[in-house]
């Protein structure tokens, strides 16, 4: 079997005229990005999105493992196998971040034979919106520090300084520093940190806006910190939101792309999903609604993640309503989750299996908790056994659930079809009865308490009183209403990466929290998770050159 680099490299792809004809779109607004990818001009975004929208199915997956799960793979079979059943669909993905691609994790374009294209612009620079959210970011961390060398006029006390700068790279160095040493003209000394471009508000606030007008409000609104009495600082205080929209105007624009068999995908922002809300962006999500009968999209990492703040809240703050949900799950990770190590997996082991398959189990209860059907797509390797996979069949059947073998990375959309088939008749029952977690009105204490409780099985939350009296200060300043952003490892339902299976029972620990005004949510740190990411012991980097011709190797 080629690698998904060789496959990439071998496919035709079709001129980006092409594809945005296949999915309705004029010549005309588009601006493109070279022959095979495009922005869309934002008026027919505007206009498209108006349009009565179609159904959403969310692709999610089991806590990941090593041993690898296919999420955004499966994504782009079940979009390619949708369209080929003669059901008109867009696939809408996040785009890639530096720091995974240079550090471990690699690319984000789908693998084998149900890939976006061009796969290397994607994973790497792309059309430079993540160039534009740091541009942005970082324009607003110095106008903070002029203001203050300027005079300060608005009284920001340099000690509550919340604003962070950022990077789209891993860097453990950046998570702590000190800026303005070197004497009095370098500026007012102060700590200050980093979070990776993806983790930033920036980002949250480029994914959740509505359009241009909205962006720029979510970004004015965006709290820097306050004075010596508490009295908060925004952005629009320190007059930079005009200018970092005005970054931020061509980025705004969604992009378009293709799979390997043709398929409309827009790929467009991309925050993490274990310190951020991990969904692309509602401008992208809205306009395939308006394009598509059905809009195939996913959330990162797990479902105790990426679908919960998918549904908690870019569903709330949007409007949106799924239709179905799609759980990703392998043998292999299920075996892993049952104990046994990735040396082993190719080994027959039923009993693993079904100790592991609680994992998976849980969320597809959880998914039902928001009203959701669900159909769990079992991507299929070669080393899977019969009675390994009729145990996982049969542990979804109990929860009324269809566990469908999916042969997609080495077939394309006809290793989907059954999948397919089964989200398509869910979507025709019309049985999701969608609904969030929580009411806005529950403080937020109790609305981390309930996913903790409700999504992780904790039996309760740890809240320092440092942490608590923000969030009652926040309550007090009229936020209490915001959805609640949990920030928790993504290898387990607990704090603790190495809890596999289905932990219960467990305390889940707050360390910090931290208020996205603009984005419209609050940030629950838990343990030692970090917004600014660091590189492994032997980083993917080190194998990334270039060859003689000038092509690139080692990048995935």
């Given at each position: 079997?080629?690698?998904?680099?060789?496959?990439?490299?071998?496919?035709?792809?079709?001129?980006?005229?092409?594809?945005?004809?296949?999915?309705?779109?004029?010549?005309?607004?588009?601006?493109?990005?070279?022959?095979?990818?495009?922005?869309?001009?934002?008026?027919?975004?505007?206009?498209?999105?108006?349009?009565?929208?179609?159904?959403?199915?969310?692709?999610?997956?089991?806590?990941?493992?090593?041993?690898?799960?296919?999420?955004?793979?499966?994504?782009?079979?079940?979009?390619?196998?949708?369209?080929?059943?003669?059901?008109?669909?867009?696939?809408?993905?996040?785009?890639?971040?530096?720091?995974?691609?240079?550090?471990?994790?690699?690319?984000?374009?789908?693998?084998?034979?149900?890939?976006?294209?061009?796969?290397?612009?994607?994973?790497?620079?792309?059309?430079?919106?993540?160039?534009?959210?740091?541009?942005?970011?970082?324009?607003?961390?110095?106008?903070?520090?002029?203001?203050?060398?300027?005079?300060?006029?608005?009284?920001?006390?340099?000690?509550?300084?919340?604003?962070?700068?950022?990077?789209?790279?891993?860097?453990?160095?950046?998570?702590?520093?000190?800026?303005?040493?070197?004497?009095?003209?370098?500026?007012?000394?102060?700590?200050?940190?980093?979070?990776?471009?993806?983790?930033?508000?920036?980002?949250?606030?480029?994914?959740?806006?509505?359009?241009?007008?909205?962006?720029?409000?979510?970004?004015?609104?965006?709290?820097?910190?306050?004075?010596?009495?508490?009295?908060?600082?925004?952005?629009?205080?320190?007059?930079?939101?005009?200018?970092?929209?005005?970054?931020?105007?061509?980025?705004?624009?969604?992009?378009?792309?293709?799979?390997?068999?043709?398929?409309?995908?827009?790929?467009?922002?991309?925050?993490?999903?274990?310190?951020?809300?991990?969904?692309?962006?509602?401008?992208?999500?809205?306009?395939?609604?308006?394009?598509?009968?059905?809009?195939?999209?996913?959330?990162?990492?797990?479902?105790?993640?990426?679908?919960?703040?998918?549904?908690?809240?870019?569903?709330?703050?949007?409007?949106?309503?799924?239709?179905?949900?799609?759980?990703?799950?392998?043998?292999?990770?299920?075996?892993?989750?049952?104990?046994?190590?990735?040396?082993?997996?190719?080994?027959?082991?039923?009993?693993?299996?079904?100790?592991?398959?609680?994992?998976?189990?849980?969320?597809?209860?959880?998914?039902?908790?928001?009203?959701?059907?669900?159909?769990?797509?079992?991507?299929?390797?070669?080393?899977?056994?019969?009675?390994?996979?009729?145990?996982?069949?049969?542990?979804?059947?109990?929860?009324?659930?269809?566990?469908?073998?999916?042969?997609?990375?080495?077939?394309?959309?006809?290793?989907?079809?059954?999948?397919?088939?089964?989200?398509?008749?869910?979507?025709?029952?019309?049985?999701?009865?969608?609904?969030?977690?929580?009411?806005?009105?529950?403080?937020?204490?109790?609305?981390?308490?309930?996913?903790?409780?409700?999504?992780?099985?904790?039996?309760?939350?740890?809240?320092?009183?440092?942490?608590?009296?923000?969030?009652?200060?926040?309550?007090?300043?009229?936020?209490?209403?915001?959805?609640?952003?949990?920030?928790?490892?993504?290898?387990?339902?607990?704090?603790?990466?190495?809890?596999?299976?289905?932990?219960?029972?467990?305390?889940?620990?707050?360390?910090?929290?931290?208020?996205?005004?603009?984005?419209?949510?609050?940030?629950?740190?838990?343990?030692?998770?970090?917004?600014?990411?660091?590189?492994?012991?032997?980083?993917?980097?080190?194998?990334?050159?270039?060859?003689?011709?000038?092509?690139?190797?080692g990048l995935f």
């Open positions: 079997m080629p690698t998904d680099l060789e496959i990439a490299r071998a496919a035709t792809l079709r001129p980006i005229t092409e594809i945005a004809a296949r999915a309705g779109i004029p010549a005309d607004a588009l601006e493109p990005y070279g022959k095979y990818k495009a922005k869309l001009d934002q008026r027919f975004v505007a206009e498209a999105s108006a349009r009565p929208p179609g159904k959403i199915v969310l692709v999610t997956g089991i806590s990941p493992t090593p041993a690898g799960e296919g999420k955004t793979t499966t994504t782009v079979g079940l979009g390619d196998a949708l369209n080929a059943i003669g059901t008109t669909t867009m696939i809408a993905l996040r785009e890639p971040s530096l720091g995974p691609c240079f550090g471990v994790k690699g690319g984000a374009t789908g693998g084998g034979y149900a890939q976006v294209l061009p796969m290397e612009d994607i994973n790497l620079h792309f059309t430079g919106d993540f160039h534009a959210i740091t541009a942005a970011n970082n324009l607003l961390a110095a106008m903070i520090d002029n203001h203050m060398y300027w005079g300060n006029e608005l009284g920001l006390d340099p000690r509550r300084v919340t604003w962070r700068r950022a990077m789209d790279m891993n860097d453990r160095n950046l998570r702590d520093c000190v800026v303005g040493l070197g004497g009095a003209s370098q500026g007012v000394v102060r700590e200050d940190a980093f979070d990776i471009t993806v983790a930033s508000e920036v980002m949250a606030v480029f994914c959740l806006a509505r359009d241009m007008a909205d962006l720029q409000v979510r970004l004015g609104r965006m709290i820097v910190g306050r004075t010596r009495d508490g009295k908060a600082i925004t952005a629009a205080d320190i007059k930079a939101d005009g200018a970092m929209a005005v970054l931020l105007r061509d980025a705004l624009s969604p992009n378009l792309v293709q799979t390997l068999e043709g398929s409309p995908a827009l790929v467009h922002g991309g925050p993490f999903a274990n310190i951020a809300h991990g969904c692309n962006s509602v401008v992208a999500t809205r306009l395939a609604l308006g394009l598509a009968d059905v809009v195939v999209t996913e959330a990162g990492f797990g479902a105790d993640l990426g679908a919960e703040k998918f549904l908690d809240i870019k569903c709330r703050l949007a409007g949106l309503e799924p239709g179905a949900c799609v759980i990703v799950a392998t043998i292999r990770a299920l075996k892993m989750h049952g104990g046994v190590a990735k040396s082993e997996l190719g080994r027959e082991d039923v009993a693993a299996v079904e100790r592991g398959v609680v994992n998976l189990a849980r969320h597809v209860e959880n998914m039902h908790k928001f009203g959701l059907p669900v159909v769990v797509a079992l991507n299929r390797f070669t080393s899977d056994t019969p009675a390994e996979i009729a145990a996982v069949q049969q542990a979804m059947a109990r929860l009324d659930t269809e566990a469908i073998l999916c042969t997609h990375w080495g077939d394309g959309a006809a290793g989907a079809t059954a999948l397919a088939h089964a989200v398509k008749a869910r979507l025709d029952r019309g049985a999701a009865r969608f609904a969030p977690l929580y009411p806005d009105a529950m403080p937020l204490a109790d609305k981390v308490r309930t996913v903790a409780k409700e999504v992780y099985r904790a039996a309760d939350v740890s809240i320092p009183a440092p942490v608590a009296q923000k969030l009652s200060r926040w309550e007090a300043e009229g936020f209490g209403n915001l959805p609640v952003c949990i920030a928790k490892t993504q290898y387990s339902f607990s704090a603790d990466p190495t809890a596999l299976g289905a932990p219960t029972g467990h305390i889940l620990p707050l360390r910090d929290a931290r208020l996205s005004a603009g984005a419209g949510f609050v940030v629950a740190i838990c343990a030692e998770i970090m917004t600014m990411p660091g590189l492994p012991r032997k980083p993917a980097a080190e194998a990334i050159r270039l060859d003689g011709q000038g092509r690139i190797e």
